[in-house]
Protein backbone atom coordinates (compact mmCIF):
# COMPACT_ATOMS: atom_id res chain seq x y z
CA UNK A 1 0.00 0.00 0.00
CA UNK A 2 2.92 2.49 0.07
CA UNK A 3 4.15 2.13 -3.03
CA UNK A 4 2.41 3.92 -6.22
CA UNK A 5 0.30 2.30 -8.02
CA UNK A 6 -0.24 3.05 -11.74
CA UNK A 7 -3.40 1.94 -13.60
CA UNK A 8 -3.57 0.82 -17.22
CA UNK A 9 -6.67 0.60 -19.20
CA UNK A 10 -7.47 0.75 -23.04
CA UNK A 11 -10.62 2.11 -24.97
CA UNK A 12 -12.63 -0.16 -27.49
CA UNK A 13 -10.42 1.10 -30.39
CA UNK A 14 -7.40 0.09 -28.34
CA UNK A 15 -5.69 2.95 -27.39
CA UNK A 16 -4.16 2.84 -24.29
CA UNK A 17 -3.99 4.80 -20.92
CA UNK A 18 -2.01 5.03 -17.86
CA UNK A 19 -2.18 6.88 -15.20
CA UNK A 20 -0.19 6.67 -11.64
CA UNK A 21 -2.72 6.90 -8.40
CA UNK A 22 -1.92 8.22 -5.14
CA UNK A 23 -5.34 7.45 -3.12
CA UNK A 24 -5.57 3.66 -2.63
CA UNK A 25 -6.01 1.02 -0.29
CA UNK A 26 -6.68 -3.04 -0.34
CA UNK A 27 -9.72 -4.38 1.74
CA UNK A 28 -9.15 -7.02 3.84
CA UNK A 29 -10.97 -9.19 1.44
CA UNK A 30 -7.91 -8.61 -0.86
CA UNK A 31 -9.56 -5.95 -3.42
CA UNK A 32 -7.54 -3.44 -4.60
CA UNK A 33 -9.57 0.40 -4.23
CA UNK A 34 -8.84 3.35 -5.79
CA UNK A 35 -9.81 6.93 -5.00
CA UNK A 36 -12.03 8.40 -7.93
CA UNK A 37 -10.30 11.86 -8.00
CA UNK A 38 -8.92 12.25 -12.10
CA UNK A 39 -10.06 9.15 -13.48
CA UNK A 40 -11.95 10.29 -16.28
CA UNK A 41 -10.65 8.32 -19.38
CA UNK A 42 -10.10 5.41 -16.79
CA UNK A 43 -13.77 5.41 -16.71
CA UNK A 44 -14.62 5.73 -19.55
CA UNK A 45 -12.35 2.77 -20.85
CA UNK A 46 -13.77 0.38 -17.91
CA UNK A 47 -17.43 1.00 -19.93
CA UNK A 48 -15.95 0.11 -22.78
CA UNK A 49 -14.24 -2.82 -22.34
CA UNK A 50 -16.01 -4.89 -19.73
CA UNK A 51 -14.42 -3.25 -16.47
CA UNK A 52 -10.89 -5.17 -17.37
CA UNK A 53 -7.73 -3.42 -16.28
CA UNK A 54 -3.95 -3.55 -15.18
CA UNK A 55 -2.02 -2.41 -12.33
CA UNK A 56 1.64 -1.75 -11.79
CA UNK A 57 2.61 -1.74 -7.76
CA UNK A 58 6.34 -1.57 -7.13
CA UNK A 59 9.13 -0.33 -4.83
CA UNK A 60 11.65 1.69 -6.49
CA UNK A 61 13.90 1.13 -4.35
CA UNK A 62 14.07 -2.61 -3.69
CA UNK A 63 12.73 -3.15 -7.33
CA UNK A 64 10.18 -5.00 -5.52
CA UNK A 65 7.21 -5.11 -8.23
CA UNK A 66 3.63 -7.05 -9.45
CA UNK A 67 1.17 -6.50 -12.41
CA UNK A 68 -2.28 -7.23 -11.32
CA UNK A 69 -4.89 -7.78 -13.94
CA UNK A 70 -8.62 -7.96 -12.88
CA UNK A 71 -11.79 -6.30 -13.34
CA UNK A 72 -13.09 -2.97 -11.81
CA UNK A 73 -16.26 -1.84 -10.65
CA UNK A 74 -17.11 2.11 -9.88
CA UNK A 75 -18.71 2.97 -6.88
CA UNK A 76 -19.72 6.54 -5.87
CA UNK A 77 -21.61 6.07 -2.02
CA UNK A 78 -20.79 3.98 0.81
CA UNK A 79 -17.84 3.76 3.56
CA UNK A 80 -15.47 3.33 0.91
CA UNK A 81 -15.73 6.53 -1.06
CA UNK A 82 -16.53 8.26 2.36
CA UNK A 83 -12.84 7.82 3.06
CA UNK A 84 -11.72 8.57 0.21
CA UNK A 85 -13.49 11.95 0.00
CA UNK A 86 -12.04 12.67 3.59
CA UNK A 87 -8.65 11.58 2.12
CA UNK A 88 -8.93 13.68 -0.50
CA UNK A 89 -10.07 16.42 1.14
CA UNK A 90 -7.12 16.74 3.76
CA UNK A 91 -4.81 16.69 1.36
CA UNK A 92 -6.19 19.46 -1.25
CA UNK A 93 -8.05 21.25 0.95
CA UNK A 94 -11.59 21.75 -0.99
CA UNK A 95 -9.39 21.91 -4.42
CA UNK A 96 -10.77 18.86 -5.43
CA UNK A 97 -12.86 15.76 -3.90
CA UNK A 98 -13.25 12.10 -4.60
CA UNK A 99 -16.24 11.49 -6.59
CA UNK A 100 -16.34 7.60 -6.17
CA UNK A 101 -13.81 4.53 -5.88
CA UNK A 102 -13.21 2.01 -8.11
CA UNK A 103 -13.43 -1.43 -6.81
CA UNK A 104 -10.75 -4.15 -8.45
CA UNK A 105 -11.10 -7.70 -7.79
CA UNK A 106 -7.89 -9.22 -8.60
CA UNK A 107 -7.86 -12.18 -11.31
CA UNK A 108 -3.96 -12.98 -12.26
CA UNK A 109 -0.85 -11.29 -10.19
CA UNK A 110 2.16 -11.51 -11.97
CA UNK A 111 5.97 -10.70 -10.47
CA UNK A 112 7.82 -7.91 -12.53
CA UNK A 113 10.19 -8.02 -9.92
CA UNK A 114 13.63 -8.19 -12.18
CA UNK A 115 15.08 -11.55 -10.48
CA UNK A 116 14.68 -15.12 -10.91
CA UNK A 117 10.61 -15.18 -10.28
CA UNK A 118 10.15 -12.21 -13.15
CA UNK A 119 6.88 -13.08 -15.08
CA UNK A 120 6.08 -15.93 -12.34
CA UNK A 121 2.12 -16.42 -12.02
CA UNK A 122 1.29 -16.03 -8.56
CA UNK A 123 -2.58 -17.24 -8.77
Not at 11 to 23: D, I, R
Not at 27 to 46: C, P, S, Y
Not at 72 to 78: L, P, Q, R, S
Not at 92 to 121: E, S
Request: aromatic share 6%; net charge negative; charged share 25%.
Amino acid sequence: KESMWDLATCSKTGEPNVVPVAFKDVTADGNLVVGDVFLETTLQNLKENDGRIAISVYNAKSLEGYQIKGTAVHITTGELVESFKKMVESMFHGAATAKGALVITPKQIIVTTPDGDNKKLLN
